[in-house]
């Protein structure tokens, strides 16, 4: 079963880091790109970014650079979005979602993890 | 304020069809063949229903279909059922990154 699994909701204060990890099984992570998808509470989708799986060079949408970082450990098929210096505003939902054509087509996406900054 | 224009709200009797616009630019949808539409359950991660415009993925019902026409791309849903009830969002290429409609809340009646 092809699926992408992310890890828990995390509850931060304001300027730290958080890591969020999201598995790629039933298929090659390197065979596809992997982009990233916010959600705010209540709010539509916005798109992150992608990572090329076969280079690892990530490409960050406006908005997105700076404190973000996408990475991949293909050896556990897994790839990370890590978020610094935290702000309230970072409150969402974030989705990891597999491109399944190259051109846009998001077939197969991670349940999403919740990320929460409150002092 | 999203890159596509969506209507924030349709609805419609069961049984019935509606059609969710998506109006961009000559820039996303009406410059490629590249526009997508998921659906979202409150709660629920996206999924994904039509891609490059009129595509079905494996496993999505017939009664979704996507179209396009100049800037502006469109889902129709036929025969609906309670279980349409749902977000819906279209997105595209732009250039080197993707695009988000703002979403539009399907009510089943």
């Known amino acids: 079963q092809v699926q992408l699994v992310q890890s828990g909701s995390e509850l931060k204060k304001p300027g730290a880091s958080v890591k969020v990890s999201c598995k790629a099984s039933?298929?090659?992570?390197?065979?596809?790109?992997m982009n990233w998808v916010r959600q705010a509470p209540g709010q539509g989708l916005e798109w992150m970014g992608w990572?090329?799986?076969?280079?690892?060079?990530?490409t960050y949408a406006q908005g997105f650079t700076g404190r973000f970082v996408y990475s991949l450990d293909t050896s556990v098929s897994t790839a990370y979005l890590q978020i610094s210096s935290l702000k309230a505003e970072d409150t969402a939902v974030y989705y990891c979602?597999?491109?399944?054509?190259?051109?846009?087509?998001?077939?197969?996406w991670g349940q999403g993890t919740m990320v929460t900054v409150s002092s | 304020q999203s890159a596509l224009t969506q209507p924030a709200s349709v609805s419609g009797s069961p049984g019935q069809s509606i059609t969710i616009s998506c109006t961009g630019t000559?820039?996303?949808?009406?410059?490629?063949?590249?526009v997508s539409w998921y659906q979202q359950h409150p709660g629920k991660a996206p999924k994904l229903m039509i891609y490059?415009?009129?595509n079905r993925p494996s496993g999505v019902s017939n009664r979704f279909s996507g179209s396009k026409s100049g800037n502006t791309a469109s889902l129709t849903i036929s025969g609906l059922q309670a279980e349409d009830e749902a977000d819906y969002y279209c997105?595209?290429?732009?250039?080197?990154?993707?695009?988000f409609g703002g979403g539009t809340k399907l009510t089943v009646l």
């Open positions: 979602a597999r491109d399944l054509t190259g051109n846009d087509a998001f077939d197969i």
């Open positions: 039933g298929y090659t992570l390197t065979s596809h790109a």
């Open positions: 990572m090329n799986t076969n280079t690892g060079n990530p």
């Open positions: 000559s820039s996303d949808v009406g410059g490629y063949n590249y």
């Open positions: 490059e415009v009129s």
């Open positions: 997105s595209s290429y732009k250039t080197g990154r993707t695009v």
